[in-house]
């Protein structure tokens, strides 16, 4: 529950973040700002690692991480916060679609049909939200999709190929590979700099991804690591069904707007989700 209030109010922080700063800027900050807070804790667990860890440590890294980081500050600059977050309930279902391709998960009927059912809801939510067009949002809901498709990969990976590391060394580690490119890109390939000489107010902006950074993103990681590592992928990426309630819940407070209609459409990624997991727990 703990994790889910977490995350769910990271979208309100990324869109407080852009604010201030691009999207680009907000992608890479969460990163950079996410390296340097856990680069401390790398010295002493750099021994645990072995030659073929790296790889996957990378692939987590740049999937789990990285790419999701600009994926969500990107969309958000056309959706809203609470429609971000609903989307991002998709998550399990992407886990069980790359697990039967990828890790031999097994699945029934009513396993597809859930899927269906959920993508169908996340299609009608898509198309009524913000009394926008299905075509003008689409472009921007994509990238969440997709970063839900790279958090299903990473779930996998880490529970496949990384299990027996620490959490905090997984956390630590995929952010050491990512970590010094992002830097190189924010300080030569954006005017972040420039923007943070010239406009005082722009350090409450870097406060927001700040707390996105080091509780949102470095500390959650710590403990959904930990819960991929004790749990099956599925479950542990069912944490997702609380975070859309969250997102809505602060998305609300800030004012956007939300239509009964929008119930129907989360209902059903809702059940679409449950009948996904539901089959996955009774095999546990």
């Known amino acids: 529950m703990s994790l889910a209030i977490v995350w769910g109010s990271s979208f309100i922080l990324i869109k407080k973040g852009l604010l201030y700063f691009s999207s680009l800027e907000v992608g890479a900050l969460r990163i950079v700002i996410t390296y340097l807070f856990l680069l401390p ?18 692939i987590v890294g740049v999937v789990g991480s990285g790419a999701p980081a600009f994926l969500f500050a990107l969309a958000q600059t056309g959706i809203d916060s609470n429609l971000a977050g609903i989307l991002n309930s998709l998550t399990p279902l992407f886990t069980l679609f790359i697990g039967l391709a990828f ?28 009394g926008k067009g299905f075509e003008f949002n689409i472009k921007y809901a994509v990238f969440v999709i997709i970063a839900t498709i790279c958090y ?68 959650a990681l710590f403990a959904f690591n930990k819960l991929i590592k004790i749990a099956s992928p599925v479950f542990a990426s069912s944490v997702t069904y609380i975070i859309p309630v969250v997102a809505v819940v602060w998305g609300i407070i800030d004012g ?15 059940i679409g989700v449950f009948l996904v997991n539901y089959t996955y727990r009774r095999r546990i």
């Not at 790398?42 to 860890?53: F, N, P, Y």
């Not at 590979?177 to 409450?204: Q, R, Y």
């Not at 939300?258 to 989360?266: K, M, R, S």
Request: proline share 3%; aromatic share 10%.
């Open 41 to 58: 804790l790398a010295a002493g667990r750099i021994r645990e690692l072995s030659r073929k860890d790296w790889k996957y440590l990378a």
């Open 103 to 130: 890790f031999n998960l097994r699945t029934r009927w009513f396993n597809i049909a859930g899927v269906v059912i959920a993508l169908a809801g996340a299609a009608g939510l898509i198309s009524v939200s913000g």
């Open 152 to 219: 299903a990969t990473n779930v996998n990976v880490v529970k496949a190929h990384l299990r027996h590391l620490k959490s905090v060394t997984i956390t630590v580690f995929s952010f050491f590979i990512i970590g010094p490119p992002v830097i190189l890109f924010l300080l030569a390939g954006t005017p972040f700099i420039h923007k943070m000489a010239s406009d005082a107010s722009n350090l409450a902006g870097l406060g927001y991804l700040a707390l996105l950074s080091i509780v949102g993103t470095a500390l």
């Open 256 to 270: 956007e707007p939300f239509e009964g209609v929008y119930a129907l459409w989360i209902a059903l990624i809702i």
